[in-house]
């Protein structure tokens, strides 16, 4: 279970804090995606890459920002969140997109 | 772009019994259908998918059935044990040379839990 790794795996953060998510793919793939996951939204598409590329953004608010320097990172920089985007938020790969994806573990964000 | 909705959205069973989760889908160019499996505090993990060239697969105790022509796909899960207690989602997506920037579009969730 170590093709796609994510770090931290917990997060606390302020409001007026600026943090990181960092995800890491070992497979190979050419695609890469964020998702938020809730209790109200159980799988929410927010990101998706393609050779670095970013071809989909779902009406995500600014505060997130994607980022993906090479097909093997992921990153997702927040700033300034607010409490209701505490969340489990999931990267995953794929070979490309529309192929089965693989699931990182997840980073538990809290926004205190 | 596709939709793809999920049934139910909990489902109780007594081990032992059958569970079917059932999922309808939008667009008829959709031709990937895989299934995941999400534990409580796991990721969600692969266990299953089909191709529309094929009505039915298996796998041991789980199986996938597809009916194009309805455009709906059910997961079927046999002689259930406490260990299939999770959340269960279906997905769909088009071929990769039609769906140009398409990924899979999943289902709302079924939490499955597994009544000892």
């Known amino acids: 279970e170590t093709g796609v790794t994510q770090t931290p795996r917990h997060l606390v953060m302020g409001m007026t804090n600026k943090k990181s998510l960092k995800c890491e793919q070992h497979?190979?793939?050419?695609?890469m995606y964020w998702y938020k996951q809730s209790a109200k939204k159980p799988l929410e598409l927010m990101f998706v890459?393609?050779?670095?590329?970013?071809?989909e953004n779902n009406s995500v608010p600014s505060r997130f920002s994607p980022e993906c320097p090479n097909s093997s990172h992921l990153f997702l920089h927040l700033h300034t969140l607010q409490p209701e985007d505490s969340a489990l938020y999931l990267c995953?790969?794929?070979?490309?997109?529309?192929?089965?994806?693989?699931f990182g573990p997840g980073t538990r964000l809290t926004v205190t | 772009g596709e939709n793809v909705e999920q049934h139910p959205s909990t489902l109780s069973v007594q081990e032992g019994d059958s569970a079917v989760i059932k999922c309808t889908y939008s667009?008829?160019?959709?031709?990937?259908f895989p299934w995941y499996k999400q534990e409580l505090g796991k990721r969600p993990q692969l266990i299953i998918d089909?191709?529309?060239?094929?009505g039915e697969k298996k796998d041991q105790r789980i199986a996938v059935t597809l009916n194009k022509t309805a455009k709906h796909f059910s997961l079927h899960i046999t002689e259930t044990q406490p260990e299939d207690s999770a959340v269960y989602f279906c997905?769909?997506?088009?071929?990769?040379?039609?769906?140009?920037?398409?990924?899979?579009?999943f289902g709302k969730g079924t939490r499955l839990s597994v009544i000892a």
């Open positions: 995953a790969s794929s070979h490309d997109i529309s192929y089965e994806q693989y």
């Open positions: 890459y393609s050779l670095e590329e970013r071809v």
């Open positions: 497979l190979g793939h050419n695609a």
């Open positions: 667009d008829s160019a959709s031709n990937y």
């Open positions: 089909i191709r529309s060239n094929v």
């Open positions: 997905a769909a997506s088009p071929p990769p040379e039609d769906s140009g920037n398409t990924p899979l579009v």
